[in-house]
Structures are given as C-alpha cells and as structure tokens.
C-alpha cells in the first residue's frame, strides 16, 4: 500500500466557481473538498486491482483513470494494477476472483443476474464483483457513484439487479441531422463523417449511459427514411455500433415500413407477400453483415402518415410479426409502436390505440415487444397511464417516455419529469386486483413477459451540454435510473444528480432539490390545469394555443379536446360521451366515471363541467382554472427566486444559464396563464378571481403572436 502525496494548495482552490459548460454531465469527479475526504478516499482510489482483459476492462480502466484525475485534480498519478493482492479496490468478474474473495462474498455472488453487480465490503477491502464485463462496468459506475456523492465505503454491500432488459433512448434524428421535437441543437450523429471519424462525443455519449445502465439506442427517427437500411448507411451505423459494443450498448434502427418498395422497387409492402417477406429475411442478413449483434427494429406504422399494414388490409401483428420473423435468426427484436391513430377514425383518438391492439392480444411473435406511450394521447404535461397497460397479458409491452419536453415548455422550461414519470408508473392498472402497477406490468412480473423494456424519446443534441436546458440532463439521467429500477426513488434520483453534477454542499442539493420536486406540479399549473391537454400551438407546439382549431385535421386541433362553450368546457370520456373509460378496469371506472370522486388533475380529462360548478376546493370551475393558472405563474416565480439564493454556490456558467432559462419560463407561465383565461374566459364569461393578476394584453394580442423557425419540427 502507498500514499500518494496530494498538493494540498491545489486543493483549497475555489474549484467550483470555475467555468463549467457542463459537457461533462454527471459525471464530472469533483475535485474533493478538503484534505481529510481526499485523504479517506485515497486509501481506496491509490490502491485499484482490476482483474480481467477485454474491451470493457479497458473502458472500466479508463474510467477509473478520468474519476481519479479529477476527484484528485491531477495531483496523483493513477496505478492501476492487473493483480495485486494488497488492493483495496478489487474489481473482478465472479470467475476471477481469487479464493479469499469469494469466501468473502459467499452466497451473495449467486444472487447477481443478467448485468447486476454486487460492491461488498469485507475485511478493509471493496470488492466489485459481476458475471458479465458490463455488469463489472456497471458496479464500477456504482462505485464512483458513492464516491463522487461522499458516501463511506465501509460497511458497503449493494446487490443490484437491472428490473428492465431492453433499456433504450429512442433518437428522433434525421439523416440530415435535424432533430423532431430536438431542441438542444442538431443531430449529435454526423453520418457525412462516419463511418471514418468516430466523435469523442460518440464516446461520452456512451459513457454517460452505461452509467445509467441504458443498453441500447435506437439512432434514427421514428418517422423514418428507408436509406438508413442502405449500405451506405449501414456501415455508418456499423461504426457507431462498433464504438458502443463495450459500453455494453446495442444498436437499433427505424424501419419504414414500406422500404422494399422503396430501396428495391417491390410493387407491394404487404407484410404477407412472399416476396416482401423474403426482402426482409435478406435485409436483416445483411444488417447483421454489418453489426453481428445490431438489437433489432424499432417501428412506427400507420400514424401520421408514416406507412403500415393497414395500407394492404393487415394487421399491426402481421406487419411486425413480418420483421420480427427475419430478425430472428439473428436474436434480433421488434419493438412496434402502439402509438397508431387515423383521423379517418371517427373515435376519439385516445380509444384508438386500444380498440386495435387490444384484440391482438398473443398475436405477436415472441421477438416483439408493443412499445407504448406513457398515455393515451401523447406525451401531455399530465394524462392518466395508457389502458393497454394491464390490458395485454399475452403481449409484452414496454414503456415510451419522452424525455424531450415537446410539449412541455421544450428546452427553456426547468421540470423535472422523473416526478411525471413516477406518477405513471405507480398507477395501480387492477388489471389483477390491487397492487397491478404499471411497474409490474413492464418489469414482466404480472403477466410473465418474455420481454421487458423502457424506451425515452431522446433530449440530446449538438448544444455544448447536451440537452439545451442544464437541467435536461436530469431528465436523462432519471430515465436511465427509472429503467434500470423503476422503483427507484426520485428523490434520490434528483439528490444525486446534483451532487455529482454540481456540488455535494447541502445547502445546494437541498434548495436545488426543492425547486426540481416543485417544478412538475408548477408547470402543469400554468399550463394545462385540472386535466386540459393538447392546447399547445399548432404543428410546434410550443406556447399555448387554446384557440387551434380548423385545418386538415380535427385531432390535431385544441379544440377537439377542451370543447369549450358558454356552458362548460371538457372531454365527456364517461358513456354519456366518448366512453374511453371503458378501456380500465372497474376501478378505475368507479372513481374516474363521476367527477364528484375524479381527481382534479384529471377532471376535464374524463369530464365536461359547467364554469360555474362548485368543486371540493369551495371554488367554481372558472374561478378553480384561474387560480390555478396564477399559482402556476407565481410557482414559475418562486423557483426563479430561490435558484437566485443559490448564486455562488456553483459556477458561473451554469449557474447564469439557468437563471437567464428561469427567466423564460416565468415569462413564458404569464403567456400561459394569460392567453388562456383570455381565451377561455369568452366562455365562462366570468371575472377573473380575486389574486389573479391582470392580462398583460388582449386577447388579439395573443391570437396574432407568432414566430418563425421554431426549432423541432
Ligand atoms: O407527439 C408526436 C410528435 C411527432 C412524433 C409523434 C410520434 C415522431 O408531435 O413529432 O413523431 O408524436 O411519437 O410518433
């Protein structure tokens, strides 16, 4: 065992007032604060056996190598050794693990599966211990984990288990590296450079998720471009894959559904054409000619345009199970979108999903699995869980998050959608009685799913942090968290992040904290209050527009879905009305079909409701709405006003960043607030409530407010 001499002057510098762009993410490895910590950590950090060659011991080397350099500012040299009795660290796969080791560990070794890890201390020692190099990766990420959030070492013993097999950021990028609904920037894929120049930002792209545990991302839109499914574009993603494989991550890619009549001239996309059938089994050939482990397809069909088996009369099961059949000699999957709506259909559009998917139920091969939005319509600041959860035991289905906030203030609004995300995957589905979560359902635990999975809809872009808003880069990392345990708790969630990202002072995390646990119900506040949806501006969506109606189609229209009138505004879902309810259980029938026991986050969801209706609060609905609004704003004013509290407590940089974003979004909560009990308020015909402040402007003013090239279309 040897000390390593730390410069102590170094130490004291004022690290953390120094410029960050925050490319780093969370994992930045913080200088430690003083000399004792530094001192504790050394111990451990001076003294790393890594047992083991391949690819990922390197990458797990490398990673030791860049936390060590910067918890000790490059004041120690890292020494990493291949085998070293005398170390304190010992990361080594469960084979390699000498006897004292595993005499140590005992039993606990044979409750590690799939990619888990086990970090156990014994006799003065740490061993990170796993069956797969991934899972050795995995446990070291842990391990820096504790370090980087100051927790003691001694006494460690952390068994963890990933509850999820597929988990996956869905990129909505083009070839042409623009990004649907991005809003940090352009594609982070260069395809013109690959596949000769592999981005370092490719490989902390990596890195950043495999410490997260996300195993697979699926690089191409949704709404895709069959050339992705050229060789030109093959061995792009091949090189991408390449660069990936030892972070333990797995390439995927859209297929639209109608290439072999695009790249090969078939006269017939028909999923039960023989042909097309065999065009497929060659196509999936040779994507594995090129990435020998590529994870599969992921697919949008028959939903805005994009082309499915609807257009030759078949099924969504019979289009998938097409592509499902040609992967599979492979061990490659299928994830197909549930997300399938028709304004032809004349149902309401949240039923659609259902009414089709539904019946379909163990139709699917066992390679597929249904990928469904968190709800209904899609991707609202606030919808009750999608009843096709609970609804599809012989199908697996996994979860579609959108971790781009499309309609959600996009990249200048601060809300922390772990708080969203935990509320639906909470929900109690019944579909078995009590105690059928959502969560159960997609960790394969109520139904017996083959499959598992969780897919987030990528907030990432060519921004120097990433995400736009520094703050989105929590939403990234919960999303990896979230799908790696879905139980985990976001509070912890959000507490580590900002200590690994920005400083481990509580009288930072703590306030920080606040304001992020605060921001979800604020920002549904000034936005879509008491269970309004889909009132954003047309095609963008950004900003309100209550007002959007008209046009090609109704469904894309605001008021398709708050129906307001001089009598009463909302979405009658009960029988009397669309009857969407009848797709959950009794349950939820029971408390979501009268609006005296509907919760009022979802009144005007399920309900149409007179303005003058006295709700539980003592309030009417008008006088409800309003005030509701003005607590939105004034919330979007007191986040503002504590993160000022919180100058110098990190750097400059991001620190101003944020408060000029938090500006934003106060000012964008007025505009909320504003247009829409404008707007609304020709219905009601009501007095604005006393605490409600005054318009800024007309009606008109907002009618005719527009901007040009908002970004994400
Ligand atoms: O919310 C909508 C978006 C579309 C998106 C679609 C989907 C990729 O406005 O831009 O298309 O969802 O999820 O397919």
Known sequence: MY???????????????????????????????????????????????????????????????????????????????DHNEYGLIWIAKSEDLSGTFKAAIGEKSKEIKDDGYL????????????????????????????????EKLEGMEILENPKIQLRLLNHWDNLNRTVERGYAGFSIWNWHRLPHHIDQQYIDYARANASI????????NVNANALVLTPEYLEKAAALADAFRPYGIKIYLTARFNAPMILDSLPTADPLDLQVQAWWKKKAEEIYSYIPDFGGF?????????????????????????????????????????????????????????DEFKPLDGKFRDNVIVQVKNGPLDFQPREPFHPLFGSMPETPLMMEFQITKEYLGQESHWVNLATMWEEVLQSDTYAKGVGSKVIN??????????????????????????????????????????????????????????????????????????????????????MTP??????????????????????????????????????AIGFDRTESGSNALAQYTPEWKNVWGDPETTPMAFLLWFHRVSWDKKLSTGNSLWDEMALRYQQGVEGARWMQNEWSKLEGKIDTERFTHISSFLNIQATEAEWWRDSCLLYFGQ???????????????????????KRNFVPGI
């Open 3 to 81: 000390r390593l001499v730390i410069s102590f002057l170094l130490l004291l510098s004022p690290v953390i007032l120094k410029a960050n762009d925050g490319y780093k993410l969370w994992l930045q490895y913080l200088p430690f604060e003083n000399k004792a910590v530094a001192d504790y950590y050394q111990d451990y950090l001076g003294n790393i056996t890594l047992v083991g060659k391949s690819p990922t011991h390197e990458v797990i080397r490398r990673e030791l190598e860049i936390a060590i350099e910067g918890f000790f500012k490059g004041t120690i040299t890292p020494s990493i050794a």
């Open 119 to 150: 970090i156990k201390y014994s006799q003065g020692k740490i061993v990170v211990t796993a069956n797969s190099d991934i899972g050795l990766l995995y446990g070291t990420f842990a391990l820096l984990k504790k370090i980087q959030t100051r």
């Open 213 to 220: 545990g996300i195993n697979g991302t699926s690089v191409t």
């Open 298 to 354: 992921l697919v949008k069909a028959d939903s805005e345009g994009q082309p499915g088996p609807h257009n030759y009369g078949r099924t969504q099961a019979e289009g998938a199970n097409t592509l499902a059949d040609a992967v599979k000699p492979f061990g490659g999957i299928v994830m197909w979108r549930a997300f399938v709506y028709n304004e032809k259909t004349p149902t309401d559009r949240i039923k659609q999903a259902y």
């Open 441 to 526: 359902v997609l960790d394969g635990s109520l139904h017996g799913y083959k499959l598992t999975g969780m897919a987030g809809v990528s907030n990432i872009g060519t921004d120097r942090n990433w995400t736009g808003h520094h703050t989105g880069q929590a939403d990234w990392y919960a999303f990896g968290k979230l799908a790696w345990n879905p139980e985990s708790h976001i509070e912890e969630i959000i507490g580590d992040w900002l200590k690994m990202t920005y400083s481990n002072d509580p009288d930072f995390v703590n306030p920080a904290k606040n304001i992020a646990l605060n921001s979800y119900e604020t920002l549904v506040n000034y």
């Open 530 to 567: 008491l269970g309004l949806h889909h009132i954003m501006a047309r095609s963008h969506h950004w900003g309100p527009g209550p007002w959007v109606t008209g046009g090609g189609r109704d469904d894309w229209t605001a008021t398709y879905y708050h129906k307001a009138d001089k009598k």
């Open 683 to 705: 219905f009601s015909g009501m007095p604005l409530p006393k605490g409600v402040e005054k318009p800024k402007h007309d009606l008109q003013y907002y009618l005719n407010f």
